[in-house]
């Protein structure tokens, strides 16, 4: 769904958009879904949101929505992620412990959160990781080591714009 109209005023905060946009998502049977990141251009944030299976983020799992910062209108919703990956996964396939994945960080990396999450591949799989979010000296990053054999599989950057989060 998407559609165009000209927001002239941005009254909501960033919280009341992400609490329409969960709120839409939930009317319609997407439960358990979490902000990630969002982008915002003329008055309207866009959400990205993923799914949450018993803690872990399911990054392949992802819902779009376009919130109008004027009155909360839903102006767009994006499910293809979500429609062409969402299942129950097996995430038992854990192999090396938190401690053993934090091991093969780099030493100069200020860990400020830590959890687990599925990411996609290029090769249209997927790989169960430990997310780890921290800094080296200003700059943020992301970064995902295997859950089963401790390799790295993809670093992050975190940019923090005047129009949103994103991740390069």
Known sequence: MNYNRDVTAEILSNEEADNKGKEYLEK????????????????????NYAYVQDGVVMYPDLIKVKVALDNGDILG????GYLNNHTVRDISNIKITKEEAKKTLNSQLNIESEGMAVIPTEWQTEILCYEFKGKVDDTEFLVYINAENGREEDILVIKDTPNGILTM
């Open 28 to 47: 319609r049977g997407y439960t358990n879904m979490k902000e990630t990141y969002y982008l915002k251009q003329e008055g309207i944030m866009t959400i």
């Open 77 to 80: 919703v994006e499910t293809t």
